[in-house]
């Protein structure tokens, strides 16, 4: 009776001390588990309607737009989040600052650069951007603000945006570069490099004594048109890009764009010089009455400016065209190019040097428009537009399907010209810039 009174006693003490560290373990570990429990429910049941907001924006997106190169853009997408990740483990200790004295800086940072400004008005006194691209930070101001000696320098590397197509731009550009070149001598600039928009002549000799090379403070230059001086070690072709000066938009690819029939052939919107080439392109349009199945809008004075009923016009000549009609205007490369291109409507090229120094087509034998044509613009080119009905005749027969693989080719290869000329752009700045920094 004893031992069996002491084996209950014994069990019941095991029972008490198995009770005393189960009730334990409740009160220090039961409470966060439930947090947790909690929170894992609160999130799944956040996420539904989450995941259905998602599929709700997917599919209106769907039935909006269609995406023609979802692959390449997924792929391009995990590279980015690649850069991104790397970006964040790396210090971001290279920052570079452009200045835009030059409309040609808008098509650089918001269509190259496909950065955005603030703020959105295009007549405010002062627009800036930044953004990160791997461990570069990238700031952009410009405006009528932006005055030598009235903003403050916030970087040791800039690139500075300038006009010198004409005598006045000139000038004013010079004034400029001086600023720069002294905040380089005063140790308040470390590196220099410039985008010049430049003469359509290729008469550029006044920017020869600001090149580092000669003695002056420009480490690289970036040059528009088919300038002899480029060699691809501190001068590098840039291209003319679109009329950011007229507002000319950042330009989206819809299924509309791609899909739809186009009313017309051909377009031309734009002036007709006395004499030229455009005489006789306006003169052969006539000829066959391939003008009626045209979008055809010529003036005989240029002007600057468009209002917003002109700016549509155009953008709906582009966007109800199949071929964009190009001829030379005092240089080869025109901002009609790349504006069709924006819209998926073929350019057609008048493929001729122009009067001027620029490239001599018997040296280098791409010229002109070396830049586009190495990177293999889909265009047709041609020498005379003598040309142009046989090519107009042979559009008369190409089936909407067939249109429709075109149009796709000629924005993918838009937005991989844009997207190599940033990486181009970046890989040549920071390159130059780093190893100097070095020596």
Known sequence: MRLTRKRLCSILIVLYCLFSIYAAYHVFFGRRRRTQDASLRGLRKGAAPARERRGREQSTLRSEEWNPWEEDEKSEQKHRLQILSKSTKEKKDF???????????????????????????????????????GRTHYSFITGPAVVPGYFSVD???????????????????????????????????????????????????WINQFLKRNGGSVELLFIIYDSPWINNMDVFQWPLGVTTYRNFPVVEANWSMLHNERPYLCNFVGTIYENSSRQALMNILKQD?????????????????????????????????????????????????????SYGSVPVVEDVMTAGSCGNS??????????????????IFIKNWKELPAILEKEKTIILQEKIQR????????????????MRFINIVESSFLKNNKG
Not at 95 to 119: D, R, S, T
Not at 168 to 178: I, S
Not at 363 to 378: E, R
Not at 407 to 422: C, I, P, V
């Open 95 to 133: 920052h570079v600052q452009i200045w835009g004295k030059a409309a040609i800086g808008l098509y650089l940072w918001e269509h190259i650069f496909e950065g955005l400004l603030e703020p959105t008005d295009v007549t405010a006194q002062r627009r800036e951007g930044n953004l990160v691209v």
């Open 289 to 341: 009455g391939n003008d009626k199945l045209c979008w055809v809008s010529a003036r005989e004075q240029w002007q600057p400016q468009e209002t917003n009923e002109s700016l549509k016009n155009y953008q709906d000549a582009l966007r109800q065209s199949d071929l964009t009609l190009c001829p030379a205007g005092v240089n080869t490369e025109c901002y009609r190019i790349y504006e069709a291109c």
């Open 362 to 379: 018997s040296v280098y034998h791409n010229a002109p428009l070396q830049l586009l044509k190495s990177m293999n613009a889909p265009f």
């Open 155 to 205: 970087e040791n590397n800039v690139v500075l945006v300038l006009n010198g197509r004409e005598k006045a731009k000139v000038f004013y550009a010079t004034q400029w570069l001086l600023y720069a070149q002294n905040l380089v001598q005063t140790q308040k600039l470390q590196h220099l490099a410039v985008v010049l928009l430049g003469n359509e002549h290729c008469n550029n000799e």
């Open 407 to 422: 149009r796709k080719r000629l924005l993918h290869w838009y937005q991989y010209f844009k997207a190599e000329l940033k």
